[in-house]
């Protein structure tokens, strides 16, 4: 569980468990509860976690789900989990590896390994929105709120590059890498969230949104339903970074569950 002012671990002990999680939700807007679904047991604690967490807060479950994919009890866990917290975004260990034998020279480091950095990297750069002062424009934030305690199943879009600035290249980067393969079709909302620096002008952000709305929103998801937002304290030689969470897909779409 990690918020802008700390963290708090659970350390297997059922006992302290309704403890931790009280002292972890105080004034809490959004609560992140990460985890790898390793066994039935591990995802069953974390839908406890959520559920713990969900009437106080407003939940999102980052899961990694392992390349083998999930037995029929995990399965079960897993659409638990969903139905539990207001948000969950899966990191399908499969397709990290996928991007990091097509991008990475050489490949071959741990799925599991990349996923944890991917998520420091998505908590700092789409949830550091409802705080940060230097996003723009203005984040709505009843709207972002409504996105987030209602989306349901989200696929996560993100995509990084360090020698251009061309808004094609940038979706198209982020656009190939899915976290998590779903029905877009089926989405209702979208938050999409850049990480740039000086050579990103207004229009690259601007060409950013439409092309990104053009490849990943479908027709379901109406203008005010769909949130881009940047931040230009990114230092240029640290390149630049969009992520993009795609809302309220069929859960039925995804290939290990069914």
């Known amino acids: 569980m990690v918020d802008?002012?700390?963290?708090?671990?659970?350390?297997?002990?059922?006992?302290?468990?309704?403890?931790?999680?009280?002292?972890?939700?105080?004034?809490?807007?959004?609560?992140?509860?990460?985890?790898h679904f390793e066994t039935t047991w591990s995802g069953k604690l974390l839908d406890t976690v959520c559920e713990k967490l969900q009437n106080s807060?407003?939940?999102?479950?980052?899961?990694?789900?392992?390349?083998?994919?999930?037995?029929?009890?995990?399965?079960?866990?897993?659409?638990?989990?969903?139905?539990?917290?207001?948000?969950?975004?899966?990191?399908?260990?499969?397709?990290?590896?996928?991007?990091?034998n097509r991008e990475c020279t050489p490949p071959g480091n741990d799925p599991l390994a990349i996923t944890n950095g991917l998520i420091v990297e998505l908590i700092t750069d789409v949830f550091a929105a409802?705080?940060?002062?230097?996003?723009?424009?203005?984040?709505?934030?009843?709207?972002?709120?409504?996105?987030?305690?209602?989306?349901?199943?989200?696929?996560l879009f993100r995509g990084s590059w360090k020698d251009s600035a061309d808004p094609t290249e940038v979706v198209e980067r982020t656009v190939s890498n899915p976290m998590c393969t779903g029905d877009l079709q089926t989405a209702t909302g979208g938050f999409g969230f850049v990480r740039f620096g000086d050579q990103f002008t207004l229009r690259e952000f601007e060409k950013s949104e439409e092309l990104t709305m053009e490849s990943l929103a479908s027709d379901r998801v109406d203008d005010d339903r769909w949130i881009f937002c940047g931040d230009s304290s990114q230092q240029e030689n640290e390149g630049y970074r969009l992520g993009v969470l795609v809302a309220d897909i069929s859960i039925e779409s995804l290939g290990f569950v069914c």
């Open 130 to 155: 409802f705080q940060d002062s230097l996003a723009a424009p203005p984040l709505p934030h009843d709207t972002a709120y409504e996105i987030f305690e209602n989306g349901g199943l989200t696929l």
């Open 57 to 100: 807060t407003t939940v999102v479950a980052l899961p990694s789900i392992p390349q083998h994919g999930l037995s029929n009890s995990e399965k079960e866990a897993f659409i638990d989990l969903v139905k539990t917290s207001d948000t969950t975004a899966p990191f399908d260990l499969t397709k990290i590896e996928e991007i990091n």
């Open 4 to 35: 802008s002012d700390g963290s708090c671990e659970y350390d297997g002990s059922q006992e302290d468990l309704e403890s931790s999680l009280t002292e972890a939700v105080n004034d809490l807007d959004i609560a992140v509860v990460t985890g």
